[in-house]
């Protein structure tokens, strides 16, 4: 598996980030606490949202950071790094995204398009499957 690291400049707070999902037809919003620890143009209680548009399912659930680093996770220390927001490549979705996945729409058409896209956070993690996201300052 091949991934990319897509946040830049930014991070979910490290200790709560809390986040929170609002689903809009076919657009998943992930709302969180930004970390203003390490980035000075960011101040304390600063939120971030991810938008991913054309999503066809998503989820947030385990593993937290132990289950992540005692490999109780699909990907672990060793593929991919913990914290971080990433695009995975050829990461086989389809076939062993988490069985708890909400799908937004039954007969979304799946193609090439779709994006597998994967958030850390300090208690869950956060994957989508989408055509594409947008990264704002709340």
């Not at 101040?43 to 399912?57: D, K």
Request: contains cysteine; negative net charge; charged residues 25%.
């Amino acid at each position: 598996m091949k991934c990319v690291k897509l946040n830049q400049n930014w991070n979910a707070d490290p200790n709560s980030p809390e986040p929170k999902i609002k689903v809009l037809t076919n657009k998943v919003c992930l709302d969180f606490f930004l970390n203003y620890f390490i980035y000075d143009h960011i101040n304390e209680g600063q939120m971030g949202q991810l938008v991913f548009n054309n999503c066809y399912c998503y989820r947030l659930g385990s593993p937290n950071d132990h289950g992540f680093y005692l490999n109780q996770f699909r990907y672990g220390p060793n593929d991919i790094k913990w914290g971080e927001f990433y695009e995975l490549f050829d990461s086989n979705w389809q076939k062993d995204f988490p069985a708890d996945k909400i799908i937004l729409d039954k007969d979304f058409k799946l193609n090439s398009n779709l994006k597998h896209y994967l958030f850390f956070f300090r208690d869950n993690t956060f994957e989508c499957i989408a055509t594409g996201y947008e990264f704002k300052n709340l």
